[in-house]
């Protein structure tokens, strides 16, 4: 399900609402703060998927 749902918002986020008349060169700190912040949401989203898994071995 967790699939299916970041599958479905990076659709969205990435194709559905893509603006091809607005390209243009994005500045560097904000690419590499988009990227830690994307990199801290993915690890919090693993850390809570695996919350069951350490309750069952506890």
Not at 26 to 32: D, G, K, L, N, S
Not at 38 to 55: C, D, I, M, Q
Request: proline residues 5%; aromatic residues 12%; positive net charge.
């Amino acid at each position: 399900m967790a699939f299916l749902a970041v599958t479905g918002f990076a659709y969205y986020r990435l194709v559905w609402t893509a603006r091809p008349d607005l390209r243009r060169e994005v500045p560097a700190q904000f690419r590499i703060r988009r990227i830690v912040l994307a990199g801290l949401a993915v690890g919090g989203v693993f850390a809570l998927l695996s919350l069951p898994l350490l309750h069952a071995v506890v």
